[in-house]
């Protein structure tokens, strides 16, 4: 995982045990004050939705335990492809360039140019250097790429 991507799921987890906790536990308590708790579909509804944000904090703490964070921007470049960099890339086929990050399952975001380790394309990249081209099988064909830059940002 990278630095960026810890920080936002420890960001998330803060959001949801300080202001989702707090604000699920006022809404029960306002919903039982509403009677028999049987037909009441307030307390329901915020049961429900405090199920699923304990949930989500135990998924967000099982990950931050089991997970390496690794700063990218403390490596020593070396023009190769690895865990963290971002790449750019020149299709040989249009000459259009592009941009990925090369991230984490959880941070992986292809409209933000952040793309999964696991991802066909990161596969191929990862031990490639500028300058090679290097063919990425993706559903309508291989596609040819070569490395133009690889960055520790």
């Not at 308590?29 to 304990?54: C, F, P, S, W």
């Not at 998924?59 to 865990?83: C, M, N, W």
Request: aromatic share 4%.
């Amino acid at each position: 995982m990278t630095v960026q991507g810890a920080k936002a799921l420890e960001d998330e987890l803060k959001h949801l045990k300080t202001v989702m906790r707090p604000q699920i536990t006022d809404a029960i308590a306002t919903a039982r004050e509403l009677g028999d708790l049987k037909e009441n579909a307030e307390y329901h509804a915020a049961r429900e939705q405090q199920g699923m944000v304990e949930a989500r904090i135990n998924d967000i703490e099982g990950r931050l335990s089991a997970a390496q964070i690794i700063d990218i921007t403390t490596l020593p470049h070396s023009g190769k492809v690895i865990f963290g960099v971002t790449v750019e890339l020149c299709n040989l086929d249009n000459d259009e360039t592009v941009s990925y990050q090369i991230v984490g399952e959880d941070e992986a975001d292809f409209k933000q140019g952040k793309v999964s380790v696991t991802s066909p394309i990161a596969r191929a990249l990862i031990g490639k250097e500028e300058g090679e081209v290097v063919p990425v099988h993706t559903p309508n064909g291989v596609v040819e790429y070569e490395i133009l830059e690889v960055q520790h940002l």
